[in-house]
Structure formats: C-alpha cells, structure tokens
C-alpha cells in the first residue's frame, strides 16, 4: 500500500520498518536507562511491564519448551526441579506429568493468578524474579531456565545467574539467545545481547562448571529463527561446583 501525499509517495512497507527500528532504539534506551536504577526497582519495574503485556495480550509462548525439555530428560538424572521464568507453565506440566517433582516460578503474578492458578493453588508455581528465588540452597537436583535470560536488564544479570546457581543441588540447563529479535513486544524483546564468553564467564564466577560431555551431544543439534535469522540455540549446561 502506498500513501500519496501531493508529491510525496510513502510506501507502507517502509513505514513500518522503520516504526519498528525506532521501536527498538526506544526500548534499548530505556533499558539503558533503568540499568541506573538498584536492582530491586528493575524487578518492580519489570513485574509490571510483564504483567501489562499478558492482561493485554495474554501471549502464551512454547520458547524452549520444544528445544530443551527432550534434551533434559534424555541427558540429565534428576527427580526436582525447577522451572525458571515458567510462563505459561508448558515446560513445568511436561515435568510433572513425567512424574518429576516440579516447581515454577514467574515474575508475572497476573500470569499465576490466571493461566497458572490451578498450580498456583497446588503450590507448584511461585511469583518471584530470577534474581529472587524464594527456596534454600541447594534445594533442587536441576534448575531449568529457558530463553528468560536475555531478557533480565544486564545489571541483574549476574545475580540472576548467581540465585540459579545456588538453589541447584546439581545441574543447570539454560538456553540463552546471542541475538537481537525482530519482534518489539515485551516477551520477544532482548534487554541483554551478549556473546557467549560473557555468559560462560558469569556462570564460571558463580561457582558451576560446564558440563561438556552433555554440552558437545546437544549444542548445534537445534535450529531457531531469531531476528530474521536461522541460528542454534545455545545450550548452556552446569555442574554446580
């Protein structure tokens, strides 16, 4: 569609294109922004930006759901565990019907309260940021976290990464995108794009260990469209030291 404006010719297209580039500055910059900020009003900050977008649009995401949960179950020994950034509880009623001992946690209380209620009331669901987990140390053979991380403000990163570390007993199994998206929403958009080196080493400075034995059988063997590309998904895979 084009818009004619005297002399002017507007392609639709090009409109579009580039509401979206501008989109994406303008949300980088306030990520930039609230980086400013003590962790604990980003964690606020963030609630309700998620909580905004679900009542809106009540978008229910499989991201790493179809990636992860197989490679899990097939390469790691574990009875607990714990789902981190949850969602819409897919990858959590997997574990569950597996028969595994499963718990979730989402920063989104709106979330909980409506798509997750029924595990809600059954206690296997908690409202709580990656950077707050509400359990001991130690409290979960493996600790679960799938295509949440690039989506933590980078000043919370590495305690983010930090609190999944010291509530396994065991094992943790994230997938983590390298990548811009192409998408502008709250759940596409990626507050962290870093190369793999700086998550290895947050990881590394928290105490676990890869696990590349499990690491060299999974990582290359999936594919992912993000921000217009065809990528890997990039496992990350810990021991805890």
Known sequence: MNFDFGLIKVDSKIIKSNFYYLRRIILSTLDKFWNFFPRDRIIKHEQ???NRYYRKYQHLTRVGFDHAIKKVVGYIEFQTVLDVG???GFSLREFIRLGYDAKGTDIS???I???LNDLY???KVFCAPAEKLPFPDNSFDLVFCT???EHIPTKNVAAAISELVRVSKKNIFCTISLHSSSKNNVIEYHSTIQ????WESIFESSKA???YEIFKKVQGTEKTKVGGKIVDVEYFIYDKN
């Open 109 to 111: 209380d709106w979330l």
């Open 113 to 115: 309260k409506h798509e």
């Open 86 to 88: 949850c969602g819409s």
């Open 121 to 123: 009331k059954q206690g």
């Open 195 to 198: 190369p793999r080196k700086y």
């Open 48 to 50: 309700l930006k998620y």
């Open 209 to 211: 260990r890869c696990d």
């Open 147 to 149: 295509d949440v991380l």
